[in-house]
C-alpha cells in the first residue's frame, strides 16, 4: 500500500528546511496568532497575510500542488463550519429567501465575518502545512519538546503519526477486499457499504490499540515517549529569520491599528 506522508518533501534542500525547527514553530505559531487576531473588517492584512505565506511556501521550494492538494483536503470542512455565519442577526439585509415563519435573511455584518473566517482558516491552514511539509516529522517533536510543550500533547502527535498509516492500510484493504466481491455499487447502497466499513475500521483500530498498548506495556512502555535526542543549536540565520517574522507582523499589526485614516 502506498501511503501520503506528512512530511514526504521535508528532505527538500530549502532555505527553510534548514531553519531550527523550535523557530520555525515560533515563527508560524506568530503569524497564524496575527491572522487569528486580525478584525474583519482589515482586509488588507490579510493581503499581507497572505504575501508572507505565499512567500514561505517559495521558500520552502515544496511543490504548490502539494500544499493546494492538502489544503483542498480541510478547507471543506472549515467552510461548512462557517456556513450558517452569514445568517446571523443583525446588519443590514443583503438576501431573504424562504416562507415565513422559516425565512432566512442573509446580512451584510454576517457575510463580512464569514468571509473573514474563510480567510483566516484557509491562510492559518496553508501556513501550518507549509511547516510541517519542511520539517522532519522527528525534528518537529524534538522542537516541541524543547519549547516545553506537554508531554501529552508530544505523546498523542506521536502515536498519530506512527499508526495512522496502520489505519489507513488497514482501511484499503477492506475497499478492495469489497470491491473484489461486490460489483459497482451506486447511490444509497454505496454510502451504505462505506458506512459499514468505517463502522467495521473503527471496531479494528480500537481492537488494535488494545494489543499495541499492551505490547508496549509488556516491553516497558510507562507512559514516556522518547523523543528523537538531536542537539538544536541556533545560529545567525535562525534569528534572521524570526526577527524578520516579527518585524513584519508587527508592521502589519501597526497599519491594522494605526496606519489606516481614522486609526
Same mark, same amino acid.
Given at each position: 500500500?502506498?501511503?501520503?506522508?506528512?512530511?514526504?518533501?521535508?528532505?527538500?534542500d530549502?532555505?527553510?528546511?534548514?531553519?531550527?525547527?523550535?523557530?520555525?514553530?515560533?515563527g508560524?505559531?506568530l503569524?497564524?496568532?496575527?491572522?487569528?487576531?486580525?478584525?474583519?473588517?482589515?482586509?488588507?492584512?490579510?493581503?499581507?497575510?497572505?504575501?508572507?505565506?505565499?512567500?514561505? &511556501?517559495?521558500? @520552502? #521550494?515544496?511543490?504548490?500542488?502539494?500544499? =493546494?492538494?492538502?489544503?483542498?483536503?480541510? %478547507?471543506?470542512?472549515?467552510? +461548512?463550519?462557517?456556513?450558517?455565519v452569514?445568517?446571523?442577526?443583525?446588519?443590514?439585509?443583503?438576501?431573504?429567501?424562504?416562507?415565513?415563519?422559516?425565512?432566512?435573511?442573509?446580512?451584510?455584518?454576517?457575510?463580512?465575518?464569514?468571509?473573514?473566517?474563510?480567510?483566516?482558516?484557509?491562510?492559518?491552514?496553508?501556513?501550518?502545512?507549509?511547516?510541517?511539509?519542511?520539517?522532519?516529522?522527528?525534528?518537529?517533536?524534538?522542537?516541541?519538546?524543547?519549547?516545553?510543550?506537554?508531554?501529552?500533547?508530544?505523546?498523542?502527535?506521536?502515536?498519530?503519526?506512527?499508526?495512522?498509516?496502520?489505519?489507513?492500510?488497514?482501511?484499503?484493504?477492506?475497499?478492495? &477486499?469489497?470491491? @473484489? #466481491?461486490?460489483?459497482?455499487?451506486t447511490? =444509497?447502497?454505496?454510502?451504505?457499504?462505506? %458506512?459499514?466499513?468505517?463502522g +467495521?475500521?473503527?471496531?479494528?483500530?480500537?481492537?488494535r490499540?488494545?494489543?499495541?498498548?499492551m505490547?508496549?506495556?509488556?516491553?516497558?512502555?510507562?507512559?514516556?515517549?522518547?523523543?528523537?535526542?538531536?542537539?538544536?543549536?541556533l545560529?545567525?540565520?535562525?534569528?534572521?529569520?524570526?526577527?524578520l517574522?516579527?518585524?513584519?507582523?508587527?508592521?502589519?499589526?501597526?497599519?491594522?491599528?494605526?496606519?489606516?485614516?481614522?486609526?
Open positions: 500500500m502506498n501511503h501520503s506522508f506528512i512530511d514526504e518533501h521535508s528532505n527538500i530549502s532555505p527553510l528546511s534548514r531553519l531550527d525547527p523550535r523557530v520555525k514553530v515560533i508560524f505559531l503569524l497564524v496568532t496575527c491572522i487569528a487576531l486580525a478584525g474583519r473588517d482589515f482586509f488588507r492584512a490579510y493581503l499581507f497575510y497572505s504575501i508572507i505565506v505565499v512567500l514561505l &511556501a517559495l521558500v @520552502s #521550494r515544496i511543490p504548490p500542488g502539494h500544499i =493546494l492538494k492538502r489544503s483542498a483536503v480541510i %478547507a471543506p470542512f472549515l467552510i +461548512v463550519m462557517a456556513a450558517f452569514p445568517f446571523m442577526p443583525g446588519g443590514d439585509p443583503v438576501l431573504s429567501f424562504g416562507f415565513a415563519p422559516l425565512e432566512f435573511t442573509v446580512s451584510r455584518t454576517g457575510l463580512q465575518l464569514f468571509s473573514s473566517l474563510a480567510i483566516k482558516s484557509f491562510l492559518s491552514l496553508t501556513a501550518l502545512i507549509v511547516l510541517t511539509a519542511s520539517t522532519p516529522f522527528a525534528r518537529l517533536l524534538k522542537a516541541l519538546q524543547d519549547l516545553r510543550v506537554p508531554l501529552i500533547i508530544i505523546m498523542v502527535l506521536s502515536f498519530m503519526y506512527r499508526y495512522i498509516f496502520i489505519i489507513e492500510d488497514e482501511f484499503m484493504k477492506m475497499k478492495q &477486499a469489497r470491491d @473484489s #466481491r461486490m460489483t459497482r455499487q447511490g =444509497l447502497l454505496h454510502f451504505r457499504s462505506l %458506512a459499514n466499513l468505517v +467495521v475500521l473503527f471496531i479494528r483500530a480500537y481492537e490499540s488494545e494489543s499495541v498498548y505490547a508496549m506495556c509488556s516491553r516497558g512502555f510507562r507512559g514516556e515517549i522518547i523523543v528523537q535526542q538531536e542537539h538544536l543549536r545560529q545567525y540565520q535562525d534569528l534572521a529569520f524570526l526577527a517574522m516579527v518585524l513584519s507582523l508587527s508592521g502589519i499589526q501597526w497599519f491594522c491599528f494605526y496606519g489606516q485614516p481614522g486609526g
